[in-house]
């Protein structure tokens, strides 16, 4: 297998400031031994619990972040900061309000020093990718959210990364324009062949994009199961969320992450709403 990234017994750590509860304050283990390899070119996603390490995880992926022990390695390499082979996309948009498309997508690529026709014409191809052609002289405010999303999209890809990491990026839009952005985001992977880890809280999200489904335990957060998901040639499959095999795999991914959901219940790491959503405790 020619892992991309290496991660080899991750542990991370963080100390907790002084309360009127915990007055010499303390360490919080929010991810422990965790070794995963990933593959060039794979779709992976990532399910747990709230609070179990999924966005740390990440961010040690993306340099944001070093663990307390273990190694994190892409191509080889010790992740030691952020850098241009990893773009990376939040639930949140994060656009220049003042800038248009075409303006957002190009700005990373002016802080590089690429020649204004260069990084134009290197926005526009991304812009093309991600369906919005046409639409670079629009304003964030004449967006809607998917196609704000969409200009996110395009600006990571826009360093032509080899890795795109991908914190919950739909998790705020309607169902129907998230369901349009994961085939657009399939769509992209094919295109680009570029590695994609992409976190969810949603199981049938995870089970339709990845090509496998990493689960993590309860805090702290270890590799519970790896699921590899086959479902054949998805593009030919006129409904795929109702095909017996998806049922089976989003079935089979529930009935691991449910175990961790009542097990960080029990620890007291985790609260339900009355909503039904989960909370940290």
């Known amino acids: 297998m020619n892992a991309q990234i290496e991660l080899r017994g991750v542990t991370k750590e963080f100390t907790l400031r002084a309360t009127r509860e915990q007055p010499q304050g303390g360490t919080l283990r929010a991810i422990e031994n965790l070794s995963l390899d990933v593959p060039r070119g794979e779709f992976l ?20 972040s070093r ?12 992740v030691t900061g952020p850098g241009l082979d990893r773009g990376i996309v939040f639930q949140q948009y994060a656009l220049f309000p003042w800038r248009t498309t075409l303006a957002n997508v190009t700005f990373g690529l002016e802080q590089q020093g690429i020649p204004r026709r260069d990084r134009n014409d290197r926005a526009r191809q991304q812009l093309a990718l991600v369906g919005l052609e046409g639409f670079e002289d ?13 200009v996110a999209i395009a600006r990571s890809l826009a360093y032509q990364p080899g890795i795109l990491l991908m914190d919950e990026p ?29 976190i969810t809280h949603g199981i049938e999200e995870a089970v339709y994009l990845g090509q496998r489904v990493a689960v993590l335990s309860s805090r702290p957060g270890r590799l ?26 989003r079935h089979e991914v529930w009935t691991l992450l449910h175990e961790e959901v009542r097990r960080a219940q029990d620890a007291g790491h985790l609260k339900i709403q009355p909503d039904g959503t989960e909370r940290a405790a």
Do not use: C, N
């Open 67 to 78: 663990p307390t022990t273990g190694s994190v390695q892409v191509d080889g390499q010790e």
């Open 138 to 150: 629009r304003y964030p405010h004449e967006l809607s959210g998917g196609m704000k999303q969409r």
């Open 45 to 64: 996603t990532l399910v747990g619990p709230s609070g179990s390490g999924k966005t740390t995880l990440l961010d040690l992926l993306g340099g944001l």
């Open 224 to 249: 519970k199961a790896l699921v590899e998901i086959d479902l054949g040639d998805r593009q030919a499959a006129a409904d795929l969320r109702s095909d017996a095999a998806f049922t089976h795999y």
């Open 170 to 198: 739909f998790a705020a839009l309607d169902a129907q324009t998230r369901e349009q952005l994961q085939e657009e985001l399939l769509r992209i992977w094919r295109a680009t062949g570029t590695t994609v880890v992409f």
